[in-house]
T-cell receptor, first 112, second 113 residues
Framework: GDSVTQMEGPVTLSEEAFLTINCTYT??????LFWYVQYPGEGLQLLLK?????DKGSNKGFEATYRKETTSFHLEKGSVQVSDSAVYFC???????????FGSGTQLTVLP | DAGVIQSPRHEVTEMGQEVTLRCKPI?????LFWYRQTMMRGLELLIY????????DSGMPEDRFSAKMPNASFSTLKIQPSEPRDSAVYFC???????????FGAGSRLTVL
């Protein structure tokens, strides 16, 4: 079956540091890939997505590139802020939202 | 658009009591999902509905859990009787046919003592 493996957390960075959160996947067919973010006390929100190989999703300074050859979708940001502190979930679907498979989440804390 | 609305935001109850969690999806969305989030198991899909009809409830942990969607704008998740291991954050999410993105509510944090 489909699965998503995320870098284990927690991750703690200083403000303005470079961020990478690794995500790899196993899927049949050609999945769409997503990063969702969960801020403290809130539900998950879509951060970015990519629907085919070599697509780059981007939003709020975050980027992730769909790499079919390495089955990866790593999340990056060049300069993190305290307000980026949250839990980040990698996810995929090969069909539709009703078939979303989530990773275990990575807790990010950014210190001032 | 007010988004997906869940209530209550926090619930503390004693073992054996009945718990009812409520969800109002985004207007026009025809899919509704219930997820459970715990530290140990992460995000788990419990059940989802399409046009108010339950489609897949294979994630419902046991008969103590039940979910209903009497109309397009309201769903409930009920636990009867509740147990301490049911303590978790329960999320409702909705989407529209053909979309592959979910909109989540803020969640209901349940603590069973």
């Amino acid at each position: 079956g489909d699965s998503v493996t995320q870098m284990e957390g927690p991750v703690t960075l200083s403000e303005e540091a470079f961020l990478t959160i690794n995500c790899t996947y196993t899927a049949t067919g050609y999945p769409s890939l997503f990063w969702y973010v969960q801020y403290p006390g809130e539900g998950l929100q879509l951060l970015l997505k990519a629907t085919k190989a070599d697509d780059k999703g981007s939003n709020k300074g975050f980027e992730a590139t769909y790499r079919k050859e390495t089955t990866s979708f790593h999340l990056e940001k060049g300069s993190v802020q305290v307000s980026d502190s949250a839990v980040y979930f990698c996810a995929l679907t090969t069909r539709s939202a009703r078939q979303l498979t989530f990773g275990s989440g990575t807790q990010l804390t950014v210190l001032p | 658009d007010a988004g997906v609305i869940q209530s209550p935001r926090h619930e503390v109850t004693e073992m054996g009591q009945e718990v009812t969690l409520r969800c109002k999806p985004i207007s026009g969305h025809d899919y509704l999902f219930w997820y459970r989030q715990t530290m140990m198991r992460g995000l788990e899909l419990l059940i989802y509905f399409n046009n108010n009809v339950p489609i897949d409830d294979s994630g419902m942990p046991e008969d103590r859990f039940s979910a209903k969607m009497p109309n397009a704008s309201f769903s409930t998740l009920k636990i009867q009787p509740s147990e301490p291991r049911d303590s978790a954050v329960y999320f409702c999410a909705s989407t529209i046919s053909g979309a592959n993105v979910l909109t989540f509510g803020a969640g209901s944090r349940l603590t069973v003592l």
